[in-house]
């Protein structure tokens, strides 16, 4: 067995106080993405999206956030993965940004909802064309015996579509997490760390400081 106990670091960057936060959790996140923005950190809009069913318990995967607002907040995918099929048994998801460079996280819970076709094309008209293409190449999550059949596929479809532009594949769309719980996390020293959730209250929010 690999011992990792002496694996460590001491977090040090400033903390963060109930007098720091936003009355809003929607603008804390903006504020704090807008702070990872300033930075050269890479796919800040990465995020782990936890689904889970009673036949397969919890399952994770990294995948990118493309808007969010008071709304909600959006990613796309093939509607047949194996995501989007744990969204349609159980609603309920788990999102995280884990913005180790800074050493903050922002976990969010919610309901996870499909968005419109209308919605899903306004976006898909905005991919780069290979990423549109991608999107008619991939049955997500199905078994493949070999990346050949990848290949091929973008080849057919480079011809089929070689003349006009790519449209909205059926199998493809978005979902929107509507949040009912926010967790801001701030590293701090001697592993007290600085942790807010924020729960419905009201037309508002309820803010409380939770142990490390």
Not at 64 to 92: C, D, P, W
């Amino acid at each position: 067995m690999k011992d990792l106990a002496d694996l460590r670091r001491e977090y040090e960057h400033d903390g963060l106080s109930r007098e720091d936060l936003s009355p809003s959790p929607f603008e804390q996140f903006a504020d704090w993405f807008e702070a990872i923005g300033k930075t050269e950190i890479a796919d800040a809009n990465a995020m782990v999206l936890a689904t889970s069913t009673p036949d397969t318990g919890p399952t994770q995967r990294t995948v990118l956030l493309k808007y969010f607002g008071v709304e909600g907040f959006v990613f796309f995918t093939n509607l047949g993965s194996r995501k989007a099929q744990h969204i349609q048994a159980q609603s309920r998801v788990s999102l995280l940004f884990p913005w180790r460079e800074m050493e903050r996280q922002v976990e969010i819970n919610g309901a996870a909802t499909r968005i419109s076709s209308a919605e899903a094309l306004k976006y898909f008209s905005r991919r780069p064309r290979n990423s549109q293409l991608g999107a008619w190449v991939s049955h997500q999550s199905t078994v493949i015996s070999s990346r050949a059949i990848l290949e091929n596929k973008l080849v057919e479809m480079l011809h089929r579509f070689a003349d006009s532009a790519v449209p909205l594949p059926k199998f493809w769309g978005g979902f929107r997490v509507v949040p009912d719980r926010f967790e801001f996390w701030q590293g701090q020293p001697s592993r007290l760390h600085d942790r807010f959730q924020y729960l419905p209250d009201g037309d508002g929010w309820s803010i409380s400081r939770l142990s490390p």
